[in-house]
């Protein structure tokens, strides 16, 4: 079993920053691709930022320059520094985590419950 749990979300003023944390656990071996979505209210969940075990990594176009995502495969956690935030940025940020490998097989597609983050003057 492999679970996924956000933190580091909270309420941030415009021009403010944020750091959310990913941290998996379980029987892991090693996870592959890692994401970063988010689901304003009434907007569909988007990707945000995505690193590949390799450490190469990609961004939504409008949090590039912005946003930095990076990983620690030794504690199996994944980051978001989020900088210069501003209202469109409020939402839930999840993590997600398509392919991973544990003693048990391949597992497909964990997510964590998510994390509020609200940018607010």
């Known amino acids: 079993q492999v679970q996924l749990v956000e933190s580091g979300g909270g309420l941030v003023q415009p021009g403010g920053s944020l750091r959310l944390t990913c941290a998996a656990s379980g029987d892991i071996i090693s996870i592959n691709d890692m994401y970063w979505y988010r689901e304003a209210p009434g907007k569909e969940r988007e990707m945000v930022a995505a690193?590949?075990?390799?450490?190469?990594?990609m961004y939504l176009d409008s949090v590039k320059g912005r946003f930095t995502i990076s990983r620690d495969d030794a504690k199996n956690m994944v980051y978001l520094r989020m900088n210069s935030l501003n209202t469109e940025d409020t939402a839930v940020y999840y993590c997600?985590?398509?392919?991973?490998?544990?003693?048990?097989?391949?597992?497909?597609?964990?997510w964590g419950p998510g994390t509020q983050v609200t940018v607010s003057s």
């Open positions: 997600n985590a398509p392919t991973v490998a544990t003693f048990q097989g391949i597992r497909y597609d964990y």
């Open positions: 690193i590949t075990r390799e450490g190469r990594d």
